[in-house]
């Protein structure tokens, strides 16, 4: 572990809550790099920045990233990909341990606007009754078109429903809105509710956790909010190859099977249905050059969601050919 992060925060000595920033960094350096300038430009002050690594010693982070921003404060090596989950409850741990009033987890692929983070606290203050509470999300490349403004879990059939995705920016016209959960791209919690309804649930190695997390934040009598004047742009998986990667395909099948038995058992069998149907597509009409790998990975989810395996999956298609 590098960095200089061992001392406690003294919070009694700012007029603002003291946020701790949690940086998952898996490969891309530059983007991560643009995500810490941004930050460096944030109206908000009282914030420190703690890098996870997800992954061996990146030298760079600690002798060059460091001494260039005053914010870092920690960077915690892995040695190896734990995951979303994992990686990000290290960050939350020494943040809680040091005295972060709140907590941010935030995309190393996503740039922010100088006021996001004002904006999400004032909110934060104003409203006990919020647990967790995130920006407006749109596309990096794309400003005006929405990435995540909420979202609604149906239970009955375990399915997400997004609110205003790929629509204009301008037509969503409130103010905050309430939603089932806060995406884990950009995501404010107070260190009350973690202690109420724990940490990520690192069953879910990718896609799902923040769902999961948000639910349980619900459940325990707290309000999730998107609120809309404050945003970020994201570069859409720029670092896990997105949905349509192996790593994608593998663990959104196998998470979303976890999240069935979690939480709609009545939808198991059809969600184990529509894999095999996406298995059977692969097979006789998808001319995807890589069909038969992603055939592999449908088969692997279904089998290691019954055997109770977690963790990243199958080595090999992590491998990059």
């Known amino acids: 572990m590098n960095g200089n992060g061992n001392n406690k925060i003294d919070s009694s000595s700012f007029h603002r809550p003291h946020v701790s920033i949690i940086i998952l960094h898996l490969e891309d350096i530059s983007c991560l790099v643009d995500c810490v300038t941004s930050l460096s430009k944030i109206t908000y002050r009282n914030f420190d920045i703690i890098i996870v690594n997800n992954g061996p010693e990146n030298l760079f982070l600690s002798n060059t990233l460091i001494p260039k921003y005053k914010r870092i404060t920690k960077i915690i090596n892995t040695e190896k990909n734990l995951g979303f989950a ?8 020494r943040a809680l341990k040091n ?31 919020a647990g967790m509470l995130g920006p407006k999300i749109c596309y990096f490349n794309d400003p005006d078109k929405i990435w995540f403004a909420g979202a609604r879990f149906d239970q009955k059939t375990c399915t997400v429903m997004t609110t205003g995705f790929n629509r204009s920016g301008k037509s969503v016209d409130y103010a905050h809105v309430e939603s089932d959960y ?23 190695f990718l896609y799902c956790e923040d769902v999961d997390w948000g639910l349980r934040c619900s459940k325990a009598g707290f309000k999730n909010l998107v609120i809309r004047c404050s945003q970020i742009r994201h570069k859409v998986s720029s670092s896990s190859g997105g949905i349509d990667s192996l790593p994608g395909a593998y663990h959104r099948r196998r998470s979303c099977l976890l999240m069935a038995r979690i939480y709609s058992p009545q939808s198991l069998c059809r969600i184990q249905r529509k894999i095999l149907r996406d298995i059977v597509w692969l ?22 969601y019954h055997s109770g395996k977690n963790g990243s999956g199958p080595r090999w298609m992590w491998t990059k050919k």
């Open 86 to 93: 994992a990686g990000n409850n290290l960050g939350i741990r």
């Open 99 to 129: 005295g972060a009033d709140y907590i941010l987890l935030l995309n190393d692929d996503t740039e922010v606007t100088p006021e996001f983070l004002t904006t999400l606290i004032d909110a934060a203050e104003s409203r006990p009754d």
């Open 182 to 204: 806060i995406t884990g791209c950009a995501l404010l919690i107070r260190k009350n509710v973690i202690e109420k309804v724990g940490l990520l649930d690192e069953r879910f």
């Open 283 to 304: 097979l006789l009409k998808s001319s995807d050059k890589m069909r038969f790998k992603k055939i592999f990975v449908c088969l692997f989810a279904i089998r290691d």
